[in-house]
């Protein structure tokens, strides 16, 4: 079956480190979108993909955080410099497009962070 | 933009008792409903869901959900829970005029007690 793969699964660095997430999107979907889900909370968007393009990065912090999908298919989310506050679970979602089938979003495991 | 509201944090019940998980939404126009359940350090797997026609939907591990469109809700249950079902119940929306954006609630711990 296929499935979203993130990695790392845990990560734990000290503030004002550098600290990337990788997520592999489900072969052929052309949505994907990165959460950050603080414990005790539902996951909130950080940034929602289309292909390449960015469709809505309104809530992602663009002074720390970046996120990039060069080619369309696999995507990085970066922060730097990570601060205490940026604790938290970040999950990756992909779906297909809007009549192509699937209507859900398909979740990864997601990379719990914890800033030191 | 949609707003999703599960009026629970937490539900506490019994063993194999029923179970009612509730869940509000802003606005019925072109939306899809979904129900995620999430165990600890996981990613979310989806329970249920809603695109159209039978207001009652069913999905994995007996779970059940009804659309209510006049109340706007889609409160998620199951007629006997196990231990095993002890997680966290998120309600989404996805607004198709809206990029497609999912939308999600706070969460319902649901913690079942033997």
């Known amino acids: 079956e296929a499935e979203v793969a993130q990695s790392p699964r845990y990560k734990i660095t000290e503030k004002s480190q550098a600290v990337a997430f990788w997520c592999d999107p489900i072969?052929?979907?052309?949505?994907l979108y990165w959460y950050r889900q603080i414990l005790g909370q539902g996951p909130e968007l950080l940034v929602q993909f289309q292909d390449e393009s960015v469709v809505d990065d309104s809530q992602l912090p663009k002074d720390r955080f970046s996120a990039e999908r060069l080619k369309g298919v696999d995507s990085t989310l970066k922060i730097q410099p990570a601060e205490l506050g940026d604790s938290a679970m970040y999950l990756c979602?992909?779906?297909?497009?809007?009549?192509?089938?699937?209507?859900?979003?398909?979740f990864g495991q997601g990379t719990r962070l914890t800033v030191v | 933009a949609q707003s999703v509201t599960q009026l629970d944090s937490q539900v506490p019940v019994f063993e194999e008792a029923p179970v009612e998980l509730r869940c509000n939404y802003s606005s019925s126009v072109s939306v899809y409903l979904f129900w995620y359940v999430q165990y600890p350090n996981q990613g979310l797997q989806l329970l249920l869901k809603y695109l159209s026609g039978s207001t009652l939907v069913k999905g994995i591990n007996g779970f059940e959900a009804e659309f209510n469109k006049s109340q706007t809700s889609f409160h998620l249950r199951k007629p006997s829970v196990h231990i095993s079902d002890t997680a966290e119940y998120f309600c989404?929306?996805?607004?198709?005029?809206?990029?497609?954006?999912?939308?999600f609630g706070s969460g319902t711990k649901l913690n079942v007690k033997p």
């Open positions: 072969s052929g979907h052309a949505t």
């Open positions: 979602a992909s779906s297909q497009r809007q009549g192509a089938g699937n209507t859900e979003a398909f």
């Open positions: 989404a929306v996805r607004d198709v005029y809206n990029f497609n954006k999912f939308y």
